[in-house]
């Protein structure tokens, strides 16, 4: 894929978002993959050639470009941009979500918008992204989201999910989090299903009853419910909260 055809690409995606493009797109061999980030006023969307050749190269499928595309303007749609140095597993989920929205409104079967996170599983290089299998759940989710928003008449459903036991919430991150019965980390956001990406595990005889994982992420939790992050030299740093999570009251007439 060359410059010009990313641009055109870009500029396709946008259109199906109802926005006018105000990206600037441009081969990158320093990125890695491929990486959305702001510079000045310009908000750049940067891939790297090599890289993008080799998702086109064993997927066989320009979709798989576009979705690649298509999750990197999510992060500057979303506001993630504004904040470079966060990373959050939830922040990647809903731009994953989006592209197979995108991918869905463009015209994109089910197949072709998973094809490139199916061969490079990590499109996007982060420290804590979450694993493969969550990244397709939410690939998965917009692509059918956008098909059902597309039949006529459909009316709006809401799920109550109600194996919730606890909300997990991360300092600095937007995101909120749960655990359900199954001691699953998951990533909902009221409208989209939950989407496991890590694991609540039992550390029974310690000062940390639980750990929180996911990918190559650890962190202990503590009895009163607090998330840590263990350092190197005992220099822990507290990173979040979990707590019990009560269920909303539903709203009697
Ligand atoms: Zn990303």
Same mark, same amino acid.
């Given at each position: 894929?060359?410059?010009?055809?990313?641009?055109?690409?870009?500029?396709?995606?946008?259109?199906?978002?109802?926005?006018?493009?105000?990206?600037?797109?441009?081969?990158?061999?320093?990125?890695?993959?491929?990486?959305?980030?702001?510079?000045?006023?310009?908000?750049?969307?940067? @891939?790297?050639?090599?890289?993008?050749?080799?998702?086109?190269?064993?997927?066989?499928?320009?979709?798989?470009?576009?979705?690649?595309?298509?999750?990197?303007?999510?992060?500057?749609?979303?506001?993630?941009?504004?904040?470079?140095?966060?990373?959050?597993?939830?922040?990647?989920?809903?731009? /994953?979500?989006?592209?197979?929205?995108?991918?869905?409104?463009?015209?994109?079967?089910?197949?072709?918008?998973?094809?490139?996170?199916?061969?490079?599983?990590?499109?996007?290089?982060?420290?804590?992204?979450?694993?493969?299998?969550?990244?397709?759940?939410?690939?998965?989710?917009?692509?059918?989201?956008?098909?059902?928003?597309?039949?006529?008449?459909?009316?709006?459903?809401?799920?109550?999910?109600?194996?919730?036991?606890?909300?997990?919430?991360?300092?600095? /991150?937007?995101?909120?989090?749960?655990?359900?019965?199954?001691?699953?980390?998951?990533?909902?956001?009221?409208?989209?299903?939950?989407?496991?990406?890590?694991?609540?595990?039992?550390?029974?005889?310690?000062?940390?009853?639980?750990?929180?994982?996911? #990918?190559? #992420?650890? @962190?202990?939790?503590?009895?009163?419910?607090?998330?840590?992050?263990?350092?190197?030299?005992?220099?822990?740093? #507290?990173?979040?909260?979990?707590?019990?999570?009560?269920?909303?009251?539903?709203?009697?007439?």
């Amino acid at each position: 894929m060359n410059e010009a055809a990313a641009k055109e690409a870009v500029y396709r995606i946008v259109q199906h978002s109802g926005l006018l493009p105000t990206f600037t797109v441009r081969e990158d061999a320093q990125v890695r993959t491929a990486n959305a980030y702001i510079k000045g006023h310009e908000r750049v969307i940067a @891939y790297n050639p090599g890289f993008m050749a080799r998702i086109l190269d064993s997927t066989r499928t320009d979709w798989s470009a576009v979705s690649v595309l298509a999750h990197e303007i999510a992060h500057h749609l979303l506001g993630h941009t504004l904040d470079p140095d966060a990373m959050h597993p939830g922040d990647e989920l809903a731009c /994953d979500r989006y592209s197979g929205f995108i991918l869905h409104r463009m015209g994109a079967t089910l197949e072709e918008s998973l094809a490139a996170m199916e061969v490079a599983g990590n499109v996007h290089g982060t420290r804590s992204h979450p694993p493969k299998h969550a990244r397709l759940a939410a690939i998965r989710q917009g692509w059918e989201e956008a098909g059902r928003l597309s039949v006529p008449g459909d009316r709006l459903t809401f799920t109550f999910v109600n194996d919730l036991t606890h909300v997990v919430r991360f300092a600095g /991150d937007a995101n909120t989090y749960y655990i359900n019965a199954r001691q699953e980390l998951v990533w909902f956001d009221q409208y989209a299903d939950p989407i496991a990406f890590g694991r609540l595990e039992n550390a029974a005889g310690t000062a940390y009853p639980f750990t929180l994982t996911w #990918q190559d #992420q650890r @962190y202990r939790v503590d009895g009163g419910g607090t998330i840590w992050s263990m350092g190197a030299n005992g220099m822990d740093r #507290q990173v979040g909260r979990m707590e019990p999570f009560v269920a909303p009251q539903r709203q009697g007439r």
